[in-house]
């Protein structure tokens, strides 16, 4: 089920379809990313249904990690952001930076899995998220790393993957416990002296002031960990005051199961984990019956997760869910809650949407 806030889409896959025709479906998606949209795909469904399988890949037994070696079993994850890194080599050079940060939100709390204790150890540490002035979602101190290919974001990823947290039920052995985000920043560099005076241009220019940034990375290839705000001399804001900053995100979304108590059959601990599931499960759901309805109201921060997911669910950024659904008829509960959330997720309209043209610098025309 797929909903961009334009346009509703829906597809259903069998088991015979290979990753490489439902990447096909997401591809298009990702263009939207340098016309200014942030995007987020995510993967819902009950444990084992193959929600990490479809994100990212077959996994790795020891580590759990996913493996990259049969490249047609790749997963969303890889794949898009071949796609994005593809689509950034078309640009002009040195226009397009892209950042990284893998989260996991386990228990309602957000674990920063990139970063790194005093021994430089990654270990996985609580960030919280905050809205700023401007309405958008925040996580202070996360760490962000500076990536130049698709080899250097998998690096990454498999890293991060090690700490998620993971325990056994009677469903799935190997059970994802949290919710694993992964998101990309893009951000694009345009002279302020390529923006247009009509109408449309005018628009589009109030709306990239609201998101200018006028601090560039110390060295636009440097893979070291980076906080969300840098530092400038007052020489490198005079360089670039002519500079404007546009910074989109890529947000992909491994779900934490969906499940039932009883068929799960875990207790204690476990118990209370599949609870915060269900619940963060559950406002994800609420967030969307709202923008459907189109209440003034919409509830972000009932949730962790939604509220680190706003600025990819909300607005005019587009969304594409992938609904997961076990073939089994004792599932069958859980697969009809499912489909309900798909449903859900189907109602939310915004209308057409114009594309957001980046205006262009004369020698890249």
């Known amino acids: 089920s797929s909903v961009n806030h334009c346009t509703l889409l829906l597809r259903v896959y069998n088991a015979l379809e290979s990753q490489d025709i439902v990447f096909a479906d997401v591809a298009p998606l990702l263009t939207s990313l340098l016309d200014g949209y942030n995007v987020c795909i995510m993967a819902y469904g009950q444990t084992g249904s193959g929600k990490t399988y479809t994100m990212l890949g077959p996994q790795l037994a020891e580590n759990f990690a996913f493996s990259t070696e049969d490249e047609s079993e790749l997963g969303i994850i890889p794949r898009a952001t071949q796609e994005v890194f593809r689509l950034i080599s078309e640009k002009p050079p040195g226009s397009y930076w892209v950042e990284v940060s893998v989260v996991e939100v386990y228990n309602n709390e957000i674990f920063d899995l990139l970063a790194k204790d005093s021994c430089g150890k990654v270990s996985g540490v609580k960030r919280d998220v905050i809205t700023t002035r401007e309405g958008k979602s925040d996580v202070p101190l996360l760490t ?99 500079i404007k900053q546009v910074k989109t995100r890529l947000q992909l979304v491994d779900l934490a199961g969906s499940e039932c108590v009883g068929m799960s059959g875990v207790t204690g601990a476990a118990l209370r984990e599949t609870s915060f599931i269900n619940r963060s499960l559950s406002a994800l759901a609420d967030v969307l019956g709202a923008i459907a309805e189109q209440r003034s109201h919409i509830p972000y921060r009932n949730s962790k997760l939604t509220h680190l997911l706003q600025d990819s669910i909300g607005g005019d950024a587009k969304l594409l869910v992938m609904l997961c659904i076990s073939p089994d008829q004792k599932y069958l509960t859980e697969s009809m809650q499912s489909l309900g959330f798909g449903t859900r997720a189907r109602q939310v309209q915004r209308g057409q949407v114009k594309k957001k043209a980046f205006p262009v610098p004369s020698k890249a025309k």
């Open 144 to 242: 962000l790393e500076t990536v130049e290919n698709a080899s250097e974001f998998l690096h990454l990823v498999k890293k991060g993957l090690q700490l998620r947290v993971r325990h056994p039920t009677l469903v799935h052995a190997h059970s994802s416990r949290s919710h694993l985000v992964v998101t990309l920043t893009i951000t694009t560099i345009i002279s302020g002296d390529n923006f247009g005076t009509s109408w449309e241009d005018e628009q589009m220019s109030q709306r990239l002031n609201k998101e200018v940034s006028y601090t560039l990375p110390q060295k636009m290839g440097d893979t070291k960990s980076t906080s969300s705000s840098r530092a400038s001399s007052p020489a490198q804001l005079e360089a670039t005051e002519k």
